[in-house]
């Protein structure tokens, strides 16, 4: 097959293009540029969108003597991943830009860019097993990218490649180091690649601007303390409050609900944050429509916990009623369905309790 | 395989490896005092009067450099400094707006970090300065005038030496960019008038790495290497001496046989513009399409494509083009060059450029022909 292997610099992406070469596969390598004043060597940034990322993938390329080349991508990605998220978190939700990044660029500007080109697949580093049009978790369960990956539909999947799902991550490097690629031993790039620093608050104080309020006892309606701006909270969080008001029994509290729209930040002992029921819109079936009502898994959040649930239908999307409470569910996180390790798909969480 | 990107970097030619590889076998510093010191000096003697030879010059006035980058930077920053330590008013560059970005950037740093101001020499369609356009521009606060001898985008060629006339008028000295124009066109630094001249091996079968700056006797240039002073205290550093070997064999041959390699380029170039128009009739030729052109130069927009798009198909049916504009990171820009020539970002982003050189062959057109139809139609389906 003619295949074209995103190419991020890092160690995964640079394993991945290799077993699609080992593979038989005809292989052309892309790096994404995603960031419109790309940092360099000097700024020492450690994001997934610097100069030196992408010098770190065309060495890769060029070692496995595959064509290479940069796509710009900055001005999509601002809109649809950037942008997204700054209104996301204004709006009072938690994103998941990586999950956004694949709904939107790879699989869907990527993919359809390739298609076009006369591609026939996109391979990725992502750590997920895919056969058959069937998405599984990663044998590497700490390393298992499948959540971010639940929200692709199955024609997006059945132009997906991920060649390292029955890879560990040490494995991957192991392979890199045998292969001679000097990223073998790079470090994992952030989380979040265009906040360089990992300080997200401050990233979205810099585009949002401070939005002064209280926040407020849920018990008693009490002001307790100040805030600088809704946004820099996320429900369950518990660090970094600065409360004036000791709570009357003096156990910690917790951010429980964030309301831009009345500047307000609710916070309340731990048990408020146990939810049992979920409601989640723009579902999405990773490899076709399930009859509901369904029982199966769900994850609430990235790298979260897995809960016994029953999914029903409802109005835009689903709801779920958990067997055992989940403890800090935010609003934008998605809701990823599994049986076992296989996923199921995913919808967005709208509100719990 | 048809390579058809000489513009970026030509074979080199046998004449220049043997040069090399003989320099490279024997040991030696052209600054030693000893036997084989003096050997080297020899050898970067006799190049230094070989390559003067080849383009017109004096052998004092040939500047050996690491490449046309350094050429250029040497001449725009230098003699501007010098122009300016002589009178402060000199403040000005003058600069067409289609120079290669080792001019333009070097300009546009001294702009951002030594006060300088520019003024960039406006192009016609096809990518000319008028000499009209260089007489308004003149000012006693000209430090310096380029303009670059042939554009490695589009080919179109420049009156350099109306040009030159002009600016010695004002007293002003004028660099020329020449990297594209050696072999392929007359190249003689005496008849042309400028002042500073650029060439570099790489673009006419001399090794990669090194070239020169020839400098009138009477051109103020501060250095921008500092130590042994080797080049007429213009430039420090141990010549590289199997580099400079390779060159000036290189600009021997090249030049002895620029006027039949233009001869037989350019009725190769012509072919291949008339069956890529003929094949598809909404391909624009960007540039000129009379002699005012580098003999191995075509240039094209094909409207509703990308050039990203179609340098990557070609390659994958091994056609080796280019768009003529990539950035370090190899992100595509629309190119400056025909955005100067005032056409649309669109046209600008669909070009492609198709070079020849000295090992062309009409295979190679015909591979191209061959690929390029099926590759259009495929790029239109790829629309932002
Ligand atoms: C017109 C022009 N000037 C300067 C250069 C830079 O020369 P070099 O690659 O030797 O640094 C090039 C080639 O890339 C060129 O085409």
Known sequence: MKVLAAMSGGVDSAVAAALAVDAGHDVTGVHLALSEAPATLRTGSRGCCSKEDAHDARRVADVLDIPYYVWDLAARFRADVVDDFVAEYAAGRTPNPCLRCNERIKFAAVLDRARRLGFDAVVTGHHARLADGVLRRSVDVAKDQSYVLAVLTPEQLAFAMFPLGDLTKSEVRAEAARRGLGVADKPDSHDICFIADGDTAAFLRSRLGDQPGPVVDALTGAVVGRHDGAFAYTVGQRRGLALDVPAGDGRPRYVLSLSPAERTVRVGPVEALDVSSVRATSPVWTSGPRALPLACDVQLRAHGEVHGCSVAAADEGWQLLLTTPARGIAAGQAAVLYDGDTVLGSATIASAA | ?384
């Open chain 2, 1 to 384: 395989m048809a390579y058809l990107d000489h513009a970026a970097s030509t074979p080199m030619l046998p004449e220049a490896v043997a040069a090399v590889t003989a320099a490279m076998a024997s040991t030696g510093n052209p600054s030693s005092l000893h036997t084989a010191g003096r050997r080297a000096r020899r050898l970067v003697e006799e190049s230094r009067e070989s390559l003067a030879r080849s383009l017109g010059a004096r052998p004092s006035e040939v500047v050996f450099t690491g490449g046309g980058t350094e050429s250029d930077n040497l001449a725009v920053k230098g003699i501007f400094f010098a122009r300016r330590a002589a009178d402060p008013r000199r403040t000005r560059i003058l600069a067409s707006a289609v120079e290669h970005h080792a001019v333009m950037d070097a300009v546009e740093w001294l702009v951002a970090h030594e006060g300088a101001q520019v003024t960039w020499l406006e192009v016609d369609d096809v990518g000319r300065v008028h000499p009209e356009s260089l007489k308004r521009a003149l000012d006693d606060d000209v430090a310096l005038v380029s303009v670059m001898w042939a554009n490695n985008e589009v080919g179109t060629v420049q009156p350099v030496r109306a040009l030159a006339e002009v600016a010695h008028e004002h007293g002003v000295p004028l660099h020329t960019d020449a990297v594209q124009g050696v072999g392929q066109l007359p190249v003689d630094f005496a008849d042309s008038g400028v002042d500073a001249l650029t060439v570099t091996g790489h673009k006419f079968g001399g090794p990669l790495g090194v070239g020169a700056l020839l400098l009138g006797r009477d051109i103020a240039c501060t250095p921008l290497l500092h130590g042994g002073g080797q080049e007429r205290d213009v430039r420090s550093g141990t010549v590289d001496v199997p580099g400079v070997a390779g060159l000036a064999a290189a600009a021997a041959v090249a030049t002895e046989r620029q006027p039949e390699t233009a001869a037989r380029l350019s009725a190769l170039r012509d072919d291949l513009v008339a069956r890529v128009e003929a094949a598809l009739p909404d391909a624009v030729l960007n540039g000129d399409r009379g002699p005012g052109r580098l003999p191995g130069n075509a240039h094209f927009s094909f409207p509703g494509c990308e050039g990203d798009s179609l340098l990557l198909l070609l390659d994958a049916r091994g056609v080796e083009v280019s768009t003529g504009s990539a950035c370090s990171a190899g992100v595509a820009r629309p190119s400056h060059v025909l955005v100067a020539m005032g056409a649309e970002e669109d046209r600008a982003r669909a070009s492609l450029r198709f070079s020849l050189g000295h090992t062309s062959t009409s295979a190679d057109v015909d591979e191209l022909l061959d690929a390029l139809p099926a590759v259009i139609d495929r790029a239109r389906l790829v629309r932002r």
